[in-house]
């Protein structure tokens, strides 16, 4: 029996039995000596013995909670991120192959964990790579371009090409900046400058910085919330992900539509809100949206290239916070994104 490989097991069965079979001689002994008061000293006896079983028992039990309560400490360790936990496995036995199969997945997830990590390493690498080698050619582009523009004053169809040109410029620009940062926030390989920000200040700033297309296009960009409010966060990054989503609003809303800003605080949960009254977002494409280069057959965006709430996902998720959207078509979106307030216990 395999269960008989475990030595631990083998010794507790061998003690019960050693002192079931011992009280058992002695007991015939005493029967056939004709000692006074036998039956007594039989009682007595098989009492000892039991209660020597229930000792033997209670040890054996021990060392197996003891041991279950060391690998399910190794396998925590593991979960809160320590790849060196290991369940000793020195022994023979069912639950010792239980434990050497652990020990196997734990060292083909490490040996995932590493590959993924190359992985994306080498694709930062070639993203960052490629976007340094295009901002030279992007450069003389736009240089190329204004040159064009100025000696081309009397030509309205070139201005108007020029113009088209300088857009898709953009987009390029645009795609390759995006891509860059989201392999950097993937990768791990950015360190967040936390400090302590002021949220209506932020928005004030990518207020200031969208009033200008926001007045173009007769749109209103609205703050709503208490000053005073302040969190931990990367301000750097924070304003992207919220310049993001307010651009966003912009490409989905129209004349006489309305972008907000707002932004609340709970005893525990900080929220940003940006919300519009556009044209919303079908519920085919709601679960999806924040899928790289995802564009919708029901968008009427044909600008965009699918990576700005990508983006900006990555950046709520590296600061350990969650972003939700909630939509109606031909009413408008609202994204909601919560970071934790950390509490001293």
Request: charged content about 25%.
């Amino acid at each position: 029996m395999r269960i008989l490989a475990n030595r631990k097991i083998k010794r507790f069965l061998v003690e019960i039995l050693s002192c079931f079979l011992i009280a058992t001689l002695v007991a015939v002994l005493l029967s056939v000596s004709h000692v006074n008061q036998a039956a007594l000293y039989i009682i007595a006896l098989y009492s000892c013995a039991g209660m020597l079983i229930l000792l033997f028992c209670y040890r054996y039990f021990k060392e197996q909670h003891e041991i279950m309560e060391d690998a399910i400490q190794q396998i925590s360790d593991y979960v809160s991120g320590n790849h060196e936990a290991s369940i000793e496995c020195d022994d023979e036995g069912e639950l010792y192959r239980l434990f050497h199969e652990v020990n196997s997945l734990v060292a083909i997830l490490n040996a995932h964990t590493e590959k993924e990590k190359s992985s994306k390493k080498f694709l930062q690498n070639t993203i960052s790579d490629i976007s340094h080698q295009l901002k030279t050619p992007l450069a003389a582009l736009n240089i190329y371009n204004g040159i064009i523009k100025e000696e081309a004053v009397e030509y309205p169809t070139i201005q108007e090409f020029n113009s088209l040109s300088e857009q898709e410029l953009d987009r390029i620009e645009s795609l390759v900046q995006n891509l860059l940062k989201i392999t950097k926030l993937d990768a791990g390989s950015i360190v967040l400058e936390k400090s302590l920000e002021d949220i209506s200040e932020l928005a004030q700033n990518v207020k200031k910085h969208f009033m200008f297309r926001a007045e173009q296009e007769g749109k209103e960009i609205r703050l709503l919330g208490k000053e005073g409010v302040f969190f931990l966060c990367d301000r750097t990054w924070i304003i992207e992900a919220i310049s993001n989503l307010v651009k966003n609003a912009l490409d989905h809303t129209d004349n006489g539509d309305y972008i907000q800003i707002e932004w609340r605080t709970f005893a525990a949960v900080v929220q940003i809100i940006v919300k519009d009254n556009g044209s919303g977002i079908h519920p085919e494409d709601v679960h999806h949206i924040f899928k790289r280069f995802y564009r919708s057959k029901y968008s009427k965006d044909k600008q965009g290239i699918g990576l700005g709430l990508s983006l900006v996902k990555s950046i709520v998720e590296s600061h350990h916070g969650t972003i939700e959207v909630d939509s109606t078509v031909g009413r408008g979106t609202t994204f909601t994104i919560n970071f934790l307030i950390p509490t001293k216990l």
